[in-house]
């Protein structure tokens, strides 16, 4: 079941993509695209190749074979460029505990070029659009949880980026920081792709057009999930499905 | 150069905002400030050949403290990813790195020249070993840090990066003192390895333009091998 395309060119885009660790292939020949506006879940098991794709997505590793292209530019060939284009928050939202979140955030935009007026109209930007106003002083290593995965999605944001790289971005969150999240990225799509992982099926669910779905490294299928909703199923039973027929194949 | 100078004062900032810098200041002081004394007021000489040495010493054994963590914990902690992943370009990370660490060195080195004062107000040192000294310990402060980076980029655990570079700059060090069981020409090349034969004529006033060039030389690999490490992934 192939779900349809938000818009006409790609945000993103995996061509055959595989990522090999010594021996262990870990990506094979994966091919998929993100399009504009358009929210991609990743989903799979544990070791399925999910944080692999999302780092040659972002940069941070470089493919053994195939492409990957983020903003129409390749991430090997034109890695600054495709770079530029990319916002990138990873699982467990790493960040500079001894930095306040207005230095942290300044570094950041600096890192991605920004200054002057552009990078202080950024700056406000996040604070509201994330509610960072109470901590915006504050050392990061003193927020909550979820504070810090607000912090660590303004940097990824502060530089308008085309696609925005969400990883496991709920671990750790309680239940309402999980439906603020859920709600802010549904805002964040209107202004970029987004692509998120998620061990929680309902949370893809919930706010993913189209889920990509994988098992050792290979890609099932590509869902939409308004599509599966149609045809009177859930992506609980999609993933279910097509990972048994897979794993007893 | 916008990239270079955040991330310099980025690097600036976690160096100085943990104890491990002033610890490391405080110690290298201490240390320096006593050897100072015993040679000029036990020995009662103007010279800061022991000094130099000593500090040299020093830096063999603070160095791999200073830098274990540079790469080693943004490894470990995920940052390096957020780092990696932003436009900016691996070179301008390492010598980020490089420049604030160094920072530390010849904060350590400028304080010393206090040392230098003394003997000029009251004595008539002989000033070309005090100049090539100090030169002598940049550039080996220089040699020491690119070095560590190198081995920090290429571990999550501070405690091999330390050890590991502790390591090589004792080998380095003290490379010339195994030359003379090998045969010719192997001999003269662990001659010209050791940092310690490279070092000496700079701290005794002799300066030799192919002991500058093997120090450059040695802070050019570090830096080009810390970058590659960084690239490799």
Known sequence: MEGHHAGPVAAAALDRLSKRYGATLAVDGVSFEVGQREILGLLGPNGSGKTTILRVLTGYLRPSAGSAQAGGFDLVREGRAARGRVGYVPEDAPLYRHMRVSEFLVFMGRLRGLAGERLHDRLAFVRER??????????????????????????????????????????????????????????????????????????????????????????????????????????????????TEIGSA | MTVLRALIVKELGALFVSPVAYAIIAVFLLLSGYS????????????????????????????????????????????????????????????????????????????????????????????????????????????????????????ANQIVAAVVSLGVFGILWSIDSLASLLPSPMENWFLGLSLLARFTPFATGAMYTSDFGFFLALILLGLFLAVRALARR
């Open chain 2, 36 to 155: 100072f004394a015993v040679t000029l007021i036990v020995a009662k000489q103007a010279s800061l050949v022991p000094l130099f040495f000593q500090a040299a010493v020093q830096f063999i054994l603070l160095v791999p403290i200073l830098t274990m963590r540079l790469f080693a914990e943004e490894r470990r902690i995920g940052t390096l990813e957020l780092l990696l992943t932003s436009p900016a370009r691996e070179i301008d990370i390492v010598l980020a790195k490089f420049a604030a660490a160094m920072t530390v060195l010849l904060a350590m080195i400028g304080l010393t020249v206090t040392y230098a004062l003394i003997i000029g107000v009251y004595g008539d040192p002989d000033w070309g070993p005090v100049y090539s000294g100090y030169l002598g310990l940049v550039l080996l402060s220089g040699a020491l840090v690119s070095l560590g980076l190198a081995v920090s980029a290429l571990t």
């Open chain 1, 130 to 243: 994330l509610a960072l106003d109470d901590v915006f002083s504050i050392i990061i290593g003193r927020l909550s949880r979820g504070y810090r995965q607000r912090v660590a999605i303004a940097q990824a944001i502060l530089h308008e980026p085309e696609l925005l790289v969400l990883d496991e971005p709920t671990n750790g969150l309680d239940p309402r920081q999980i439906i603020e999240l859920r709600g802010m990225m549904r805002g964040l799509a209107a202004h970029c792709s987004v692509i998120v992982t998620s061990h929680i099926l309902s949370e893809i669910e919930r706010v993913a057009d189209r889920a990509a779905i994988l098992l050792n490294g290979r890609l099932l299928a590509v869902v939409g999930i308004a599509e599966i909703a149609a045809a009177g199923s859930d992506l609980e039973r999609t993933f279910l499905r097509l990972t």
